[in-house]
């Protein structure tokens, strides 16, 4: 029979006669506390086995590694030196007593902790070492044993060099970990305590709204008593459960009668409704079909004119006359206005299909904001206007979200706002609206002071196709859709937008969005200056400006004085001069600019040598040299974000008396150059991969095997491994797991290590993480994804952009193109590649057939790889295909199809090899070659 919770409730004395929602707190409280009491006991008997485990491996770990430091030490029986490796492996946390014997059981060196460190001990008798019976660990394949203790243990290990020359006894104390157990436990048990007051705190309050909306219920229902009707069974249960059931069967009788009146109401209805459904229907597959067009259409246009804008870019290279080159401005200019307004057409026809996704993935805040201002910066300084930005401290930097559609919302907002703005500032500010654990809900506020919207016009600036004026689109262009794309595109962001403004007096733009939570990273440190307690100087006519000056410094601990002209910092200067560290002062503040004041200040004072920064709204030409002229150590321009002002403070405040001016650009010239190995046992993947990582400036060094790659980590440092996962004598996984063996015993930092690899099949990139690489990238590299984990690296303030897929050659092309954009547009750089291919191809060939005619089939798997990662630097043609297709038939085992395959391939070689050398000779003229 079924039962429920309160079926049992009568049956406990304590609760019964008590009100529902007191007997179910109580009932969810006991609950709770069994339940964490059960996990919490199974929990700290899961940690204490498995710390111990840890820690015996861990001792077993420093053992061996004092086995084998010492090995060579005792063959040559130099006791002092077994006595200073005894007495630092002591040090190892843990340890109580380390002992170092000879086969005999003689004691060599003897190391017991102390207060203070581990000291040397000589006591005079002798061990009594394992016999051959010692007891095994399961989970590690060595003669050892241990030997249990009180609040610890013993363990063995003996030392080997070809024969086995002694044993070491190393005694280990299990006490920080049982201290450390019986601290989790009591967290825990804090935390379990915690969770179930607040836990009952929550109940009771939505139980107490529930009961009095039973209670309500209730009463409405005693209303309906008046009519007359048959009774229904009451259920038995809480005394507010009981009143409902007989309120409710009073009022079954009338309610009864009315239901004949509805049937037949709802017969109408369906009728009225299966014909609206049909019209829906209709308007629907109309609606979907007008999208789908749309769609069609705008990408149809946008095809020709991505081809339009990319043979002009590279007509721009090419040797060009003036006039030339200002038709080819024009027409990019006009190419770029038409792409504009088809993406618009575009995404507003996928987001009325309902085929436009939200991409989930981590960015920073800040660096968004920041370069989409950037871009917006010209614009707005050619128009004479002062940009802006500030974001809320509070708001974490790392989001989980869809980067590129919230930069498209700000960057049309901020278009907008600059196009529709004469005079006066236009500004965004990012507020933090909530946040918890997993979300942040940011409120985005863009601020013009331009011609302003009606109030009766308000709603409609977000409609398709629509603007708040008809003349607005005769004299400021656009088509309308700007807006409600964004309107869409923050919805789907689930926020909101609105608007409101006062014509003649400037619009504000608000939107809200919800993004998750990303994780949480340290800002990068550019120097060693202290730069909290510094006093700064701030001179800007503009108020915006000053604050969020003003905001950027305090947060890093510093204390800016705010003046609004350039006189009074001037005075400010001349009165105390040794009161401030760093001056920044405005390039364009009326009367006085920020060059006049140091002008004045160096006529007037020219002892006085603080170091100035320029901030200006955007470079003019001739600022680098009149900075120099006036010994002006900083130079910064407009929209800079709080990482650009301390980065630029750090350079100027260390800086040394020099000739040259601090830039954003001299900013990122001076950061540390990368370190990066490169193993690849191919020569021309050797050839291209250096000479991309040297043209950002990297050092590198060259590895071509594993096992080299294995011996120059052992004496020298890099940032980045690019290993090939497939070499002779030791392949990249092999390499990868004993570079990482190695960091262990030495406690050395996790190195970063990236596969290369031809191969792009299912599992290889898994097989490539389990070994210990970080990383895996596919042959031939895409550059943008090689720079993109460079930035990643060596430049911390800057975030790895968007990837652009590289356009695949069709079928049986070859395209020069191609090769130079693999070569970064580096024609020299493609010409080398070409010949060290004409002059390693016979090899790779030779190596084939080799194989081939000695049956060797691991030979030529490992031919035909080596031979396919070459030839795809080239090709992806018919060439590429039939040396895939001989890896994978010799790698099968089955060799009997080799030999057509070897002759396919020699085929296509001879037609590809005349393409190749005739492409040398034309890498000045980029064209594009269809192989027969």
């Not at 299909?353 to 991409?359: F, H, P, S, T």
């Not at 057939?849 to 630097?873: E, F, I, P, Y």
Request: glycine share 8%; with cysteine.
């Amino acid at each position: 029979m079924p039962w429920s919770v309160t079926d049992i409730m009568p049956a406990i004395p304590f609760l019964h006669g008590r009100p529902l929602r007191v007997q179910l707190a109580l009932l969810f409280a006991t609950a709770m506390l069994l339940v964490a009491s059960i996990f919490l006991g199974y929990m700290t008997l899961k940690v204490s086995v498995l710390t111990r485990a840890s820690m015996e491996r861990q001792m077993h770990a420093a053992a061996e590694g004092l086995a084998a430091a010492s090995a060579d030490a005792m063959v040559r029986e130099d006791l002092a030196s077994l006595e200073v490796l005894t007495l630092r492996t002591a040090g190892y946390p843990g340890i109580r007593r380390l002992e170092l014997a000879d086969t005999t059981g003689k004691r060599l060196a003897t190391a017991v902790a102390g207060p203070h460190g581990p000291v040397a001990a000589y006591p005079r008798d002798t061990l009594t070492t394992p016999t051959g019976t010692a007891p095994a660990i399961t989970y590690l394949d060595a003669p050892f044993g241990i030997e249990t203790l009180a609040g610890g243990g013993v363990l063995w290990v003996p030392i080997m060099l070809g024969e086995k020359l002694g044993w070491i006894r190393m005694e280990y104390s299990l006490g920080e970990m049982r201290a450390t157990i019986a601290q989790i436990w009591a967290d825990s048990m804090v935390t379990a305590l915690a969770g179930v007051l607040i836990g009952v705190l929550i109940l009771w309050l939505f139980l107490r709204r529930l009961v009095a909306t039973l209670e309500s219920t209730a009463r409405f229902a005693v209303q309906l008593d008046k009519m007359s009707g048959g009774r229904m069974p009451v259920w038995h249960g809480t005394a507010e459960v009981r009143q409902l059931g007989e309120a409710i069967n009073q009022a079954s009788v009338k309610l009864s009668l009315q239901n004949r009146e509805l049937l037949a109401q709802q017969t109408r209805l369906e009728r009225m409704t299966d014909e609206l459904g049909v019209a829906r229907d209709r308007a629907e597959a109309g609606s979907v079909a007008k999208s789908e067009f749309l769609a069609n259409m705008s990408h149809e246009i946008r095809t020709p004119i991505n081809g339009v804008l990319g043979i002009a870019e590279l007509l721009i290279d090419t040797p060009l006359n003036r006039e030339q080159r200002e038709y080819l401005d024009m027409l990019r200019a006009s190419g770029d206005a038409m792409l504009s307004v088809v993406n618009d057409i575009l995404d507003f026809s996928k987001i009325e299909a309902g085929r436009l996704d939200m991409e989930s993935i981590e960015f920073s805040l800040a660096h968004l904001l920041r370069d989409a201002m950037k871009v917006q910066a010209l614009r707005a300084h050619d128009k004479g206007l002062n940009l802006y930005f500030s974001i809320d401290d509070a708001i974490a930097d790392r989001l989980m979200g869809d980067p590129s559609r919230l930069r498209q919302v700000i960057t049309n907002l901020v278009s907008n706002a600059i196009k529709f703005t004469e005079q006066g500032e236009v500004g965004v500010n990012v507020l933090l609206q909530e946040q918890d654990d997993g979300t942040v809900t940011i409120h985005v506020v863009v601020t013009d002071t331009g011609i302003g919207i009606s109030a009766d016009k308000l709603d409609l600036v977000f409609e398709s196709f629509s603007q708040a004026d008809s003349s607005v689109t005769r004299r400021f262009g656009g088509t309308g859709l700007g807006l409600a794309i964004s309107r869409r595109l923050v919805e789907m962001m689930n926020g909101r937008i609105w608007v409101e403004s006062t014509p003649g007096a400037g619009s504000v733009f608000h939107f809200t969005a919800r993004f998750g939570r990303g994780s949480a990273q340290a800002d990068p440190v550019c120097a060693t200056v202290d730069l909290a307690g510094l006093n700064i100087l701030v001179a800007d006519n503009n108020a915006t400006n000053r604050r969020i000056l003003d905001a950027a410094l305090r947060g890093y601990g510093m204390l800016p004085t705010l003046v609004e002209e350039g006189q009074a910092a001037l005075d400010a200067l001349l009165v105390a001069p040794t009161a401030f560290a760093a001056a920044i002062l405005d390039a364009q503040m009326p009367p006085l600019d920020g060059y006049s004041v140091v002008e004045r200040l160096r006529a007037a004072a020219p002892d006085i040598r603080m170091p100035i920064i320029i901030f200006t709204s955007a470079g003019s030409r001739g600022d680098a040299e009149h900075c120099r002229r006036l010994d002006i150590p900083g130079y910064l321009t407009k929209p800079a974000g709080k990482e650009e002002i301390r980065d630029m403070l750090h350079a100027v405040l260390g800086k040394r008396k020099t000739d040259t001016t601090v830039t954003r650009h001299t900013l990122r010239e001076q950061r540390k150059a990368l370190r990066v190995l490169v193993v690849e046992d191919n020569l021309i993947n050797q050839h291209l991969t250096s000479a991309l990582l040297q043209k950002r400036g990297c050092e590198v060094e060259i590895a071509e095997d594993g096992l080299a790659a294995v011996k120059m980590l052992e004496k020298q440092r890099f940032d980045l491994v690019l290993m090939d996962v497939q070499m002779p004598i030791m392949d990249g996984y092999e390499a990868t797991r004993r570079i990482r063996a190695d960091e262990h015993v030495r406690s050395r930092p996790r190195l970063l290590i990236v596969g290369l690899s031809a191969n792009a099949m299912v599992g290889d990139r898994e097989k490539a993480l389990a070994s210990g690489m970080d990383d895996y990238l596919t042959k031939p590299l895409n550059v943008d994804q090689l720079y993109a984990l460079l930035s990643g690296i060596g430049d911390e303030s800057a975030l790895p952009g968007e990837v652009a897929p590289q356009p695949a050659s069709a079928d049986g092309e070859f395209s020069i193109t191609g090769l130079l954009r693999r070569c970064c547009g580096d024609a020299h750089l493609a010409e080398e590649m070409l010949e060290a291919f004409f002059d390693d191809w016979p090899q790779r060939m030779r190596e084939i057939s080799d194989a081939l005619a000695g049956a060797d089939a691991a030979a030529l798997v490992s031919a035909a790889h080596t031979a396919k990662g070459v030839l795809a630097n080239f090709t992806e043609g018919e060439a590429l295909t039939a040396v895939k297709a001989l890896e994978r038939q010799a790698r099968s085992g089955q060799l009997a199809g080799c030999a057509a395959l070897v002759d396919i391939l020699s085929e296509r070689m001879e037609h590809l090899l005349p393409v190749l050398r005739q492409a040398v000779a034309g890498l000045d003229r980029p064209t594009t070659t269809v192989l027969s």
